[in-house]
């Protein structure tokens, strides 16, 4: 069974993101870029089942120029064992990234798609979703607990929801997403950077999938959150209680 | 002219609040640019929360109450608003920022070929399209943003929109047809883990109580944090240190990675303040910080910051509101 794994390229979840006085454009200068930290957990638990089960071939893929190989190396040092970089320039929103990985998934066959519910720069939280309704496959997101049945015909997925963890099968192939406590993604090795410079890299442009895709969605601007106001500090529980009574009114 | 569907949520049968804040945006828009709204609501045995739609002026409230939607499963739910949609001619579909809508309608909106925006906090009518505002990077940017096409999906953040005023009649119940035999059967529901019950969810209450890293298990939790929610009726929630240590289930986080909470009194009981959890409750009306150390950055954005041991406040604080 094949395992179609999706690497987005972000800023590292540690660094502070800053604005260039424009206000149209994030300053990228001296930021470090990593895995998408979602994705990172989809390619682990892909790692997991190959090792629970052997003869998995699990493909990572990034759309994106060339500074995506990187995340893609990574991917391989990880342990995956083939990468594809969909080149492509221009920014792109979630439905036209929806729909390059369906050429991607009908160019693979892939027994299913392992995915982060959401990448930390866009938080669009969409992707998966749209992929699974373009392809007519099943969908589980935000999974915290993944199990194969039936020969990998079905998986039981524990879903974080706001009410709770639900649990759902889905039939195979479908989109899973992935959420934070599904695993903790493991170190990169230095033998597994090396033998990642040996595994196969093939760049494909947006262009020879023979998909045509435009963006809908159009960022005029950017601006900081506004600041919160620093309030009081108080230095008894009954001033506390004051306050919240007969100032901020909200007891 | 906006023909808004807000997608209704509920929690087997009960009318999750942050519903109202959709309809509070489809409101908005409506009264700036025209138009009406419709809301929609799927589920089964669903008439009492549909009635308690029917206060707030929608042009009508669509009900589709059948067995096989008992549980809100993506396939078949993003089949049944694609059909509405279409029916209705909608131009917009909005739902609340939750993990309900952001399974189901990220699926509904490519099913219609319509693009989507998430997590919006403002919206302004332009020359017969919108602006949007929504968030990104953690809440560390708001970006400006237009969407093309006739049909526009979104989440709205419910802490951004206020209710719609109630409105003087009840808006119409139109049944919705759904042919169960044609809705997909590729997701299958077996359960859902128990909810705590006797506290309000913490997206939903009026006073939220969290807890950090100064508690040291999780009978503590529940004696403390517990036992100040109980006493202001709230509810409870946690930061991640303390989910990530086991003393607190995943259900409880609040943050950027768990719920985006925004009560009207938040009270951060021995929680350190990481970018990571104040993304999740900054636009929080009243922040109370409660923290050893006065240096957190807890007490940066905290109105009221009060500097001590939270075994030591926390009792205090629970005798004195009682009393």
């Not at chain 2, 949520?9 to 419709?38: P, R």
Request: glycine share 8%.
């Amino acid at each position: 069974m094949k395992i179609l794994v999706p690497l987005k390229r972000v800023p590292d979840p540690d660094t502070k993101i800053r604005l260039k006085p424009d206000g149209a454009s994030v300053d990228w200068d001296g930021v470090k870029f990593a895995i998408n930290p979602f994705d990172a957990i989809a390619l682990e638990e892909a790692l997991r089942i190959e090792e629970s089960q052997g003869e998995i071939d699990i493909v990572v893929v990034s759309i994106g120029g060339e500074e995506c190989i990187e995340q893609l190396r990574a991917g391989l040092a990880m342990g995956a064992d083939r990468a594809l970089l969909i080149r492509s320039e221009t920014d792109l929103d979630p439905l036209a990234i929806a729909r390059i990985f369906v050429a991607i998934y009908h160019r693979e066959k892939p027994g299913f798609v392992l995915m982060g519910k959401q990448a930390i720069d866009d938080d669009s939280n969409q992707v998966g979703q749209m992929l699974a309704a373009l392809l007519g496959l099943g969908q589980a997101t935000f999974v915290s607990r993944l199990e194969l049945l039936d020969h990998n015909r079905r998986a039981r997925c524990g879903r974080e929801t706001d009410a709770g963890i639900e649990t759902v099968t889905v039939k195979l192939p479908a989109i899973i997403t992935t959420d934070l406590r599904l695993n903790e993604p493991r170190y990169v090795s230095l033998p597994g950077i090396m033998k990642a410079k040996k595994k196969p890299l093939e760049e494909i442009a947006v262009a020879d999938l023979g998909v045509k895709v435009t963006s809908r969605t159009r960022v005029l601007s950017l601006e900081p959150p506004p600041r919160r106001k620093a309030g009081v500090r108080v230095k008894t529980v009954d001033e506390l209680v004051d306050k919240l009574k007969n100032e901020a009114k909200v007891i | 002219m906006p023909k808004i569907l807000v997608i209704a949520e509920h929690d087997d049968g009960q009318l999750k609040l942050a519903t109202l804040s959709a309809m509070g945006f489809a409101h908005k828009v409506c009264a700036e640019a025209g138009g009406a709204y419709d809301v929609l609501i799927l589920g089964e045995s669903i008439s009492a929360a549909a009635e308690l739609l029917r206060g707030y002026g929608a042009a009508s409230v669509l009900v589709a109450d059948y067995a096989a939607l008992k549980e809100p499963l993506a396939d078949k739910y993003a089949h049944v608003i694609d059909e509405v949609a279409r029916a209705q001619n909608a131009t917009l579909v909005v739902g609340a920022a939750s993990t309900f809508s952001k399974d189901v309608l990220p699926r509904a909106a490519a099913l219609l070929d319509a693009g989507m925006i998430s997590d919006v906090i403002e919206v302004r009518p332009e020359g017969g399209d919108f602006i949007f505002k929504r968030v990104m990077f953690a809440g560390n940017v708001i970006a400006t943003v237009k969407l093309a096409g006739a049909l526009k999906f979104l989440t709205v953040r419910s802490a951004a929109f206020a209710p719609p005023p109630k409105a003087a009649g009840a808006s119409p119940i139109t049944p919705v047809a759904v042919d169960a035999g044609k809705l997909p059967s590729q997701i299958e529901y077996v359960g859902r883990e128990a909810k705590v019950a006797g506290r309000p969810d913490s997206t939903e209450a009026r006073v939220v109580v969290s807890g950090g890293r100064a508690l040291k298990n999780a009978a503590d939790f529940e004696r403390l944090i517990g036992g100040l929610a109980d006493v202001l009726g709230g509810a409870v929630g946690s930061s991640r240190a303390l989910v990530d240590s086991g003393i607190t289930p995943n259900s409880l986080q609040v943050g950027q990675t768990g719920k985006i909470v925004a009560p009207d009194l938040y009270i951060a009981v021995g929680i350190s303040g990481a970018i990571q959890h104040m993304a999740g409750m900054k636009d929080t009306k009243v922040i109370v910080a409660i923290n050893k150390d006065p240096e957190a950055p807890i007490f940066e954005v905290a109105d009221y910051g009060l500097v001590g041991d939270v075994y030591q406040i926390v009792p205090e604080l629970m005798a004195r509101l009682k009393k």
